[in-house]
């Protein structure tokens, strides 16, 4: 089987041009071509009044071996790479020595997976609930303003990508293809199949409800446990620093040599407890700014011209960034097509606003973070808890100026812009539940943050043409872009580099980014784990 790239195809092609295209790229006849699938299908819409789609297709050739031979310096063609996930050992470790993860979210969930296909029958502790009662509390914020700091968009199963527009394209280096194994568990658990091959997949929340209640099916059927409303109070450490269990927040012990942590980026009372116990751990950079919405009908334009609407082409979305004078970087973040803003605190006292997106992304706005980079040691100090401080601050500012019932405040672009407090919604109507309130962002923003996005808005505009309409809507405050610390581990062992038996996993430990890259982090850790507790096994 052989691979091509770069296959490029106008957008209204009927089914036919695809083969006759491989025929022509390839210089073969029909019966020479004996079968094709496609791998990859993106668009390319850097030109409105063309675009194209771009195929790449594994190929099944009569004489292949020719084949590389007359493409030889062709980077386009080559033999297609082995794929297949293969397991590194099996469990022979006594099965009383389960390991324990902690955690839900997509890394947590992996780590589960994996070890219990290896033969290991790990145990699974979440401070939240099942994903159906975990949606009702969520539900309960975004409907009555009532927050349960245990079960919400940050907290309970599938962790913080549920409720978000389920994106699970990733820019992390994965020689070993293990995103494709994430993505394969994903359609065996009920994800649509073009997963595989759309250039930019994405899954949407209702879906992911249903694909995490699989895949803690599966893994039950393998023989794990899994425990919700347990909420891990301390790491239990012997006299080395070697990691003995954990204790519950109801006074339970749990015994384990292996214990991962996979809790998030949220999960700040965790972050207080282990930085108690001497784990090592340092303040990272993160960035913080507020949600955009337009409408899409607006994005589809700007970015498809006479194209949009087209079905095969969905909602359009963008990647936008900016370096501003005062030497920061505005950026859109974690944009959601036809999705909403959503509500997504896990403190009381807090607001926070964060984006999710259906399968269908057909809700009328398109929303997006637009954010700026802020950094230990130049906005905070350098002290590993510093940034999660700085979190909090900040969005307790944004309760303050919404009211102190968990309404989000806004501001429109020109109000923005001209530096006056918004009064009256213009075009864009708002989200976010349970609701607005028009102000001044200047209250619940560090005033680097205002100055670098009144820089960027302009210059999005002239690359998104209305992207700085004065009736575009800027909801506040995104802070919870991507942990703000990372927990040192060994990069051979994936343990803590201070703290033996203890795995820094995902999100949260300041290793992965996204749904993609938490689950190919949860097999690197469920890998490391099941050789360690082969090697310790007498």
Request: glycine fraction near 10%; charge should be positive.
């Amino acid at each position: 089987m052989l691979r091509l790239t770069e296959v490029r195809l106008p957008l209204e092609h009927d089914e036919a041009a695809l083969k006759t295209a491989l025929l022509a790229r390839l210089g073969v006849t029909p019966d020479a071509l004996l079968n094709f699938k496609v791998f990859r299908r993106a668009y390319d819409a850097r030109k409105t009044t063309q675009i194209f789609f771009i195929y790449t297709v594994d190929v099944e050739l009569r004489d292949e071996a020719k084949a590389l031979r007359r493409f030889a310096n062709d980077p386009h063609l080559g033999a297609t790479p082995d794929m297949a996930y293969r397991f590194v050992t099996q469990a022979r470790a006594d099965e009383r020595r389960r390991p324990v993860i902690i955690g839900t979210g997509p890394c947590g969930l992996f780590v589960g997976l994996l070890l219990a296909q290896m033969g290991f029958k790990p145990l699974i502790l979440e401070r939240g609930k099942i994903a159906r009662e975990r949606a009702q509390d969520t539900w309960g914020l975004w409907r009555q303003g009532k927050l349960n700091p245990d079960s919400n968009v940050q907290f309970g199963e599938g962790g913080a990508g549920t409720f978000s527009d389920g994106k699970l394209s990733s820019q992390i280096k994965d020689p070993r293809f293990l995103g494709r194994k994430v993505l394969e568990e994903f359609v065996k658990a009920g994800a649509p199949e073009e997963i595989l091959t759309i250039a930019k997949p994405h899954i949407g929340t209702f879906r992911l409800v249903k694909m995490v209640e699989n895949l803690r099916a599966q893994m039950q059927a393998l023989g794990a446990e899994i425990r919700f409303d347990r909420r891990v109070e301390e790491i239990l450490l012997d006299a080395d620093r070697r990691v003995r269990g954990v204790r519950l927040a109801d006074g339970e012990e749990i015994a384990s040599e292996h214990v991962v942590l996979a809790v998030g980026h949220s999960a700040r009372d965790t972050f207080a407890m282990l930085y108690e116990k001497g784990v090592s751990m340092e303040a990272k950079p993160f960035s913080i700014g507020v949600r955009i919405e337009h409408p899409q009908s607006l994005i589809d334009k700007a970015r498809f011209g006479r194209f949009a609407g087209h079905p095969l082409l969905g909602a359009a979305d963008y990647k936008l960034a900016h370096k501003a004078k005062n030497g920061r970087t505005a950026y859109s973040f974690c944009m959601c097509p036809g999705g909403q803003v959503v509500a997504a605190t896990s403190e009381p006292g807090r607001v926070v606003t964060n984006g999710m997106s259906q399968y269908s992304r057909a809700e009328r706005n398109a929303n997006s973070g637009m954010v700026v980079d802020v950094a230990p040691g130049r906005d905070f100090p350098a002290q590993p808890l510093a940034g999660v401080e700085f979190q909090r601050y900040w969005e307790g500012k944004a309760f303050e100026a919404g009211g102190f019932a968990y309404q989000a405040p806004a501001q429109l672009v020109g109000d923005f812009l001209a530096g006056r407090p918004s009064t009256r919604l213009g075009l864009v109507l708002p989200s976010y539940q349970p609701g607005i309130r028009l102000t001044d962002l200047t209250l619940c923003l560090p005033p680097y943050v205002i100055e670098t996005l009144r820089e960027a808005l302009p210059v999005f505009g002239r690359q998104i043409r209305g992207y700085d309409m004065a009736d575009a809507l800027m909801t506040g405050v995104e802070t919870r872009t991507s942990s703000p610390l990372r927990i040192k581990r060994d990069p051979h062992s994936l343990q803590s580099v201070n703290t033996h038996g203890l795995y820094p996993a995902g999100e949260g430990a300041g290793y992965a980014g996204g749904i993609l890259s938490a689950g190919v982090d949860g097999i690197k850790i469920a890998e490391a784990v099941a050789r360690a507790m082969n090697e310790s096994t007498p």
